[in-house]
């Protein structure tokens, strides 16, 4: 009778340890799983905001880009409008410019 209880003892004990590693294996592997799917869902995040500040940056150089433009062209009418003023001025004067010295 002793050895059947022993034996039957060690079948219990076995079960128990193999049930409840089991079980604790798959709590962990739960645990797990929702550690990696917050962490996943954080870096989701901090992608679409660094999306979104490269879109705001196109955004923003593209607006550059129109106002350059505009001032450039600002820029030539004013030389053209400063060239025929000077033009005109010796004219008025009567002398011509060569070299930075008037005759």
Request: with cysteine; aromatic share 2%; charged share 30%.
């Given at each position: ?66 106002e350059v433009a505009a ?33």
């Open positions: 009778m002793t050895i059947e209880l022993t034996i039957l003892l060690s079948v219990v004990s076995v079960s128990a340890a193999l049930f409840f590693g089991i079980s604790s294996k798959k709590r962990c592997d739960k645990t797990e799983a929702q550690k990696d799917s917050a962490e996943m869902a954080t870096v989701i995040v901090k992608l679409e905001n660094i999306g979104n500040g490269v879109n705001e940056i196109k955004a923003d150089m593209r607006n550059m880009r129109e001032t450039r062209e600002r820029i030539v009418a004013v030389e053209a409008s400063a060239k025929q003023a000077h033009k005109r001025i010796d004219e008025l004067t009567g002398t011509r410019r060569r070299g930075g010295n008037e005759e």
